[in-house]
């Protein structure tokens, strides 16, 4: 394999980023990696943790990265992998998250497209980054869609990129933690790294190194309460999915635009939507549209858009399923009708769940995906059985948390006083 004198991005996660291989460097320079600078690694998380500005690419560098270690720390324990598989994780690793879409997961449910399987046909078909794996090897590009979609021959190269402790959540954790600025992800990935071994083609951690690993997996947990799922980036998420969506319905009715959308059409206008639009989107452009949308004469969109630039977010309530909860919710969305308020952009119900380590939801082709220790005696548990805290954890039902998103700012202008005391009085909680 070609071989580059060596290559280094500063990185304020590792210090730096190393590359050796001329692929990998090649692969870096195409146009649709580099389009992930474009993309926030957290969407909308920034509306809430504003330095949480970082992109996919600084993420996939990351994760390319504690591949390498990943790889090199194997190796140091009398794994080494071949080289062209040593090369075909590095490949996955940096291109895991190609297929990626501006502020991701908003626009994957406007869209109905699956970042997964744009990250695979971005692989796949004419693309500068089909061309680079191409001219390595024929057929790599087939082995890298392979790793990334679990269905590669070797279970241990699989592993390294997809797992309950792979380089993906190992970089994302470390790396959000940092740009968001909570402690929670800060986790000893060094012990992590020297527990591991290899048995049976697949990464098991030595006993000792457990707490460790209870850690990370508490660490995680954390992050996605006090991180990820909350509920002001997601009150930003749906901001962005509600203007989205309103484009669509628009689009699609033949309204007049202001302003010419161009190619925002095509991607509800083409019938099977192709990779050259869809690489036309990030977050810019999308921030560019909707700048656009706040001079449209429609409410909806005009206000959404608004909401949009100027973090004008719908407000959040908690609630508890039952059956006069859910009739107050009905009666809620009729009044907001009477004050000309549509309930079906401006009345959303969200429901979260989430559990600290799930070994029974997912699987590989051919291994259950579960974190397995190599015990004094040589034998093998999965962690659960050793580990009381992680057996407590499942023991338990995971956490659920039902909310609404409503828009109290119009609620509270409306001249209509007695329909807005109506819905003020059957809301979940009191506003104060
Ligand atoms: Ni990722």
């Given at each position: ?318 609630y508890v399923p039952n059956d006069e909860v859910n009739k107050n919710l009905i009666k809620i969305g009729e009044y ?97």
């Open positions: 394999m070609v071989k580059l004198e060596e290559k280094v991005f500063r990185d304020p996660v590792y210090g730096y980023v190393h590359v050796f291989d001329k692929l990998i460097w090649d692969l870096i320079q195409t146009k649709e990696v580099q389009r992930l600078r474009r993309i926030k690694q957290l969407g909308g998380t920034y509306m809430v943790f504003h330095t949480a500005e970082h992109s996919r690419f600084s993420h996939s560098l990351g994760v390319y990265e504690m591949a390498r270690k990943i790889i090199r720390a194997l190796m140091y324990c009398g794994t080494v992998l071949e080289e062209e598989e040593r090369l075909l994780v590095l490949s996955a690793a940096l291109l895991h998250d190609l297929g990626h879409g501006p502020f991701s997961h908003s626009f994957e449910s406007v869209f109905n497209v699956r970042h997964e399987l744009f990250t695979e046909r971005i692989i796949m078909e004419d693309t500068e980054v089909n061309q680079v794996l191409e001219s390595y090897q024929k057929g790599f590009a087939t082995k890298v869609r392979d790793v990334i979609n679990k269905t590669y021959e070797n279970p241990l190269v699989i592993n390294i990129i997809s797992s309950q402790l792979d380089a993906d959540r190992l970089d994302y954790l470390l790396r959000d933690a940092y740009f968001t600025g909570a402690p929670y992800g800060e986790i000893d990935v060094e012990r992590i790294l020297r527990t591991m071994r290899v048995v049976n083609n697949k990464i098991v951690y030595k006993v000792s190194g457990m707490h460790a690993i209870e850690d990370y997996l508490m660490s995680r947990y954390q992050m996605y309460w006090q991180v990820y799922l909350h509920s002001t980036g997601r009150s930003f998420d749906l901001v962005i999915q509600n203007m989205l969506r309103r484009v669509r319905e628009l689009v699609l009715s033949g309204y007049q635009f202001r302003h010419p959308i161009g190619a925002l059409a095509d991607l509800f206008l083409e019938k099977d939507l192709s990779v050259e639009t869809y690489l036309k989107f990030d977050d810019a452009t999308i921030s560019h549209y909707a700048s656009l949308f706040v001079e449209e004469e429609d409410e909806i969109l005009s206000d959404f858009a608004d909401r949009f630039i100027h973090r004008r977010l719908l407000k959040e309530m908690h907001m009708s009477i004050l000309g308020i549509d309930p079906t952009y401006y009345l959303i119900t969200d429901h979260s769940v989430k559990t600290p380590y799930d070994y029974y939801g997912h699987k590989t082709n051919c291994l259950p995906d579960c974190i397995e220790l190599l015990m004094r005696d040589g034998s093998i548990k999965e962690i659960s059985e050793v580990s009381t805290i992680i057996k407590g954890i499942i023991a338990v039902k995971p956490k659920q948390e039902y909310k609404i998103y409503f828009p109290l700012d119009l609620i509270k202008a409306s001249g209509n006083v007695e329909i807005k005391n109506k819905i003020l009085e059957l809301l979940p909680e009191n506003i104060q």
